[in-house]
């Protein structure tokens, strides 16, 4: 089991930039890690996925050239940089831990057991 903590959410303007972070206390060198956001009234969107070992990446098509996933072992920390924000990137960004995921499972949500609490992603226009 891991605990997963957040941090890195704010107010940006459109055509801005973010950086979250996501700090894994626990055991997670074989864990699939992913960033899901939830906008208001929205069911949660997959966003980006990484292993933690081969560091092959996924993205959600409205994400891609924009998002960028990695992790950095020796900080048990995955980053999520976000660029050339628009107001439809505002959500509450979280990141979840999966033990083990299928191919094509990565962006369903209900393939990964553990959550953070969530940040606060705003995009002005």
């Known amino acids: 089991q891991v605990k997963l903590v957040e941090s890195g959410g704010g107010l940006v303007q459109a055509g801005g930039s973010l950086r979250l972070s996501c700090v894994i206390d626990?055991?997670?060198?074989?864990?699939?890690m992913g960033w899901f956001r939830q906008a208001p009234g929205k069911e949660p969107e997959f966003v980006a996925g990484?292993?933690?070992?081969?560091?092959?990446?996924i993205y959600a098509d409205s994400v891609k050239g924009r998002f960028t996933i990695s992790r950095e072992n020796a900080k048990n920390t995955v980053y999520l940089q976000m660029n050339n924000l628009t107001p439809e990137d505002t959500a509450v960004y979280s990141c979840?831990?999966?033990?083990?995921?299928?191919?094509?499972?990565?962006?369903?949500?209900?393939?990964?057991?553990?959550w953070g609490q969530g940040a606060q992603v705003t995009v002005s226009s």
């Open positions: 979840a831990a999966a033990s083990t995921v299928a191919n094509g499972r990565e962006y369903s949500p209900y393939e990964y057991e553990e």
């Open positions: 990484i292993t933690w070992k081969s560091l092959s990446t």
């Open positions: 626990g055991t997670i060198s074989h864990y699939y």
